[in-house]
């Protein structure tokens, strides 16, 4: 579990990347609306992930301390409740919007293929309404950024709008 915690910034910094490739690759095409909720949807998402982690983490710091005296403890049921309820509520709903809004963008602009992006669609139900009954749902929006991400990378005729990072 240490491991694992101390992989969820690595996580978030690719996923940062992410946002960034495709905001990169929409270039002068952006819609301002869309790509506000994207934007905002994508670091909500990114804040959430962060403080769920921190709480799982305070959590096995308390229980490597006291055990016995934790798991009793109110304190315990409370981190527990509030982590899973930022997880299985709050971060699948806004990965949920990221998806949406990013299949859109993806539509209106040709940024991925058709399907990939009613995939997208089709993958947000399926976290929006299986989260609260299978655990397996919670796979399906990292699998969708793996697809996208394997997409772009694979794509090598959409040539990226690369801006010099200064100017003469």
């Not at 101390?6 to 929409?26: C, E, H, K, S, Y």
């Not at 109110?74 to 409740?81: D, E, I, P």
């Not at 990939?116 to 299986?130: M, P």
């Amino acid at each position: 579990m240490a491991l694992a915690m101390n992989l969820v910034p690595f996580a978030g910094i690719a996923f940062l990347w992410f946002v960034g490739v495709l905001r990169d690759r929409i270039g002068a095409r952006e819609d301002q609306f869309f790509a506000t909720v994207f934007l905002g949807s994508g670091f909500l998402l990114l804040a959430m992930l962060f403080v769920a982690a921190a709480v799982v983490g305070a959590i096995i710091i308390a229980f490597r301390a006291a055990p016995d005296a934790l798991v009793h403890s109110a304190t315990f049921h409370f981190g527990r409740g509030l982590a899973h309820g930022m997880i299985n509520i709050y971060l699948v709903k806004t990965a949920a919007v990221f998806m949406v809004t990013t299949s859109t963008i993806a539509i209106y602009t040709g940024l991925t293929p058709r399907w990939l992006a009613i995939g997208g669609y089709v993958f947000a139900v399926v976290i929006l309404i299986g989260s609260s009954y299978f655990d397996w749902s919670l796979l399906v929006f990292p699998l969708w950024i793996l697809l996208v991400s394997l997409f772009i990378l694979r794509d090598r005729n959409a040539a990226p709008n690369i801006a010099p990072l200064h100017r003469n």
